[in-house]
Nanobody, 124 residues
Framework: QVQLVESGGGLVQAGDSLRLSCAVS????????MGWFRQAPGKKREFVGA????????YNTDFVKGRFTISRDNAKNTVYLQMNSLKPEDTAVYYC?????????????????WGQGTQVTVSS
């Protein structure tokens, strides 16, 4: 069984930075593609970005625009989402997810395991 635990969320001001972490447990989880999603109040959950086991990365270009960076430390079984130049519209619950494939998927239904989410609130 794979378990994901996010941390690092909080209340920040516009322009600030946050780094979210996702601790992954599970014997084979280090080979999984790891994704970040977010869900704002009243909106559907949307893809933020993903990183493969080999380090391939893809982002949602609609809003990331060079502000967010995904990384992973396989030795620590941890995935990170560094968010810079935060905007009020980035306010959402951020979720970490794991996909058993080695493909950089961006669709929710491609991901098999989910964390409980961490709240990020950006004030103007």
């Amino acid at each position: 069984q794979v378990q994901l635990v996010e941390s690092g969320g909080g209340l920040v001001q516009a322009g600030d930075s946050l780094r979210l972490s996702c601790a992954v447990s599970g014997r084979t989880a280090s080979t999984y593609t790891m994704g970040w999603f977010r869900q704002a109040p009243g909106k559907k959950r949307e893809f933020v970005g993903a990183i493969s086991w080999g380090g391939g990365i893809t982002y949602n270009t609609d809003f990331v625009k060079g502000r967010f960076t995904i990384s992973r430390d396989n030795a620590k079984n941890t995935v990170y989402l560094q968010m810079n130049s935060l905007k009020p519209e980035d306010t959402a619950v951020y979720y970490c997810a794991a996909d058993r494939s080695m493909v950089l998927n961006s669709r929710e239904y491609d991901y098999h395991y989910w964390g409980q989410g961490t709240q990020v609130t950006v004030s103007s």
